[in-house]
């Protein structure tokens, strides 16, 4: 089932923060989040395991709750180039972390 | 450049023709999977490869759809009689093999097929 995303849109002014959720009704195994700039290849940006820890790449952040099955991706002082659509893909327990369901997609634009 | 490469980038088709999208995955890895993807909404997993086995297809696959990895190296997938409905970009993407598996894949930038 796929993993519901919010919010669908965000826009920011450069410097401010964001949150981006996505929370499933299954069991989670692994959460992966992935930015997609427009007309460009998914980049995959972190995976957060079960049981493991919050993950964090320079101002860019996530967490996993696994009781609640959520997940969350915090974008600290934003800049431009954080703007494009952020998927988050869940996987289940098979082990198979590139079998993913991602999310209908969360369009952050962040302006001067 | 050693990234994920997919050929056509760009197909315009009428209904009923065959298509056949290329994907050369990274050298080293041993995993490449397909993804398909429409406006709006996130990459939806179409199959999945581990060296030349097909080891996992979507069922929501139509019998219409068909992939291979005949060496572990490259992939090809096919659409037979295509529909309006076919159309979408296709995403080939890959991975390491479970050893050095980091969870991430790597996507090509994708082959957007239009069905007229």
């Known amino acids: 089932q796929q993993p519901v995303q919010s919010p669908q849109a965000v826009i920011l002014r450069e410097g401010e923060d964001a949150v981006i959720n996505c929370s499933s009704s299954k069991a989670l195994y692994s959460v992966h989040w992935y930015r997609q700039k427009h007309g460009e290849a998914p980049v995959f940006l972190m995976i957060?395991?079960?049981?493991?820890e919050q993950k964090g790449h320079e101002k860019i952040s996530a967490s996993f709750n696994e009781k609640k099955q959520q997940s969350s991706l915090y974008l600290t002082a934003s800049q431009l180039s954080y703007s494009g659509t952020y998927f988050c893909g869940t996987a289940g327990g098979s082990g198979n972390t590139g079998k993913l369901i991602f999310g209908q997609g969360t369009t952050l634009q962040v302006k001067p | 450049d050693t990234g994920v490469s997919q050929d056509p980038r760009h197909k315009i088709t009428k209904r009923g023709q065959n298509v056949t999208f290329r994907c050369d995955p990274i050298?080293?890895?041993?995993?490449l999977y397909w993804y398909r993807q429409t406006l709006g909404q996130g990459p939806e997993f179409l199959t999945y490869?581990?060296?030349?086995?097909?080891?996992?297809k979507s069922r929501l696959l139509s019998d219409r759809f068909s992939a291979e990895r005949p060496k572990g190296s490259f992939s090809t997938l096919e659409i037979q009689r295509t529909e309006q409905g076919d159309s979408a970009m296709y995403l080939c993407?890959?991975?390491?093999?479970?050893?050095?598996?980091?969870?991430?894949?790597?996507f090509g930038e994708g082959s957007r097929l239009t069905v007229l």
């Open positions: 050298s080293e890895h041993n995993r």
């Open positions: 993407a890959s991975s390491p093999g479970q050893g050095e598996n980091t969870g991430e894949l790597f």
């Open positions: 957060l395991l079960k049981g493991g």
């Open positions: 490869f581990q060296n030349e086995a097909q080891l996992e």
